[in-house]
T-cell receptor
Framework: DVKVTQSSRYLVKRTGEKVFLECVQD?????MFWYRQDPGLGLRLIYF???????EKGDIPEGYSVSREKKERFSLILESASTNQTSMYLC???????????FGPGTRLTVT | AQSVTQLDSQVPVFEEAPVELRCNYS??????LFWYVQYPNQGLQLLLK??????LVKGINGFEAEFNKSQTSFHLRKPSVHISDTAEYFC????????????FGQGTTLQVKP
């Protein structure tokens, strides 16, 4: 079974802090994704990576950056957390371009 | 622009009743479609997918969906629901250009009552 793990299930940070969310997949997938999920809005793509050191902006990249130094690991960085970044963050991975994505359990981030 | 519309934000239904969750998409290129389920405080799990072939797709937990190209729909159905089916359901489509990126609908909360 594909396994996607995220470093924290719940996280509370203060406004202005730098926040790192880590995601690891164990199936050698090329593609990795970061989404945020908010009620009534579904999932929105923040960033996408199709290879090590390669990244592409999604629909809502403002206020976020990413890092992919190894194939299995994809990090989401909030350079200076703000209260409007309070949300559920979901990581996913996939193999190829016409394949389903596999999701991690999510990190619920609260910025106070 | 590509989009996915889930027509109902909430669907209440009694246990053992049939259910249909509706999904319409707009796309001129991609017809790769998925349904995911999210149980409380968990990530998304794939229920079923349509990539090609038969338009009736069977998935896990007794769910099925029918791809209708003329109606641009991919509705999810189950003939008899259980309390354990209470969850949020997301329809998704791969974006044109086959980059592997998905567009998600807004989600439908299925509430199964005893």
């Amino acid at each position: 079974d594909v396994k996607v793990t995220q470093s924290s299930r719940y996280l509370v940070k203060r406004t202005g802090e730098k926040v790192f969310l880590e995601c690891v997949q164990d199936m050698d997938h090329e593609n990795m994704f970061w989404y945020r999920q908010d009620p009534g809005l579904g999932l929105r793509l923040i960033y996408f990576s199709y290879d090590v050191k390669m990244k592409e902006k999604g629909d809502i990249p403002e206020g976020y950056s990413v890092s992919r130094e190894k194939k299995e690991r994809f990090s989401l960085i909030l350079e200076s957390a703000s209260t409007n970044q309070t949300s559920m963050y979901l990581c996913a991975s996939s193999f190829g371009t016409v394949r389903e994505q596999y999701f991690g359990p999510g990190t619920r981030l609260t910025v106070t | 622009a590509q989009s996915v519309t889930q027509l109902d934000s909430q669907v209440p239904v009694f246990e053992e009743a049939p259910v249909e969750l509706r999904c319409n998409y707009s796309s001129s290129v991609s017809v790769y479609l998925f349904w995911y389920v999210q149980y409380p405080n968990q990530g998304l799990q794939l229920l079923l997918k349509y990539l090609s072939g038969s338009t009736l797709v069977k998935g896990i937990n007794g769910f099925e969906a029918e791809f209708n190209k003329s109606q641009t729909s991919f509705h999810l159905r189950k003939p008899s629901v259980h309390i354990s089916d209470t969850a949020e359901y997301f329809c998704a489509v791969i974006r044109s250009g086959n980059t592997g990126k998905l567009i998600f609908g807004q989600g439908t909360t299925l509430q199964v009552k005893p």
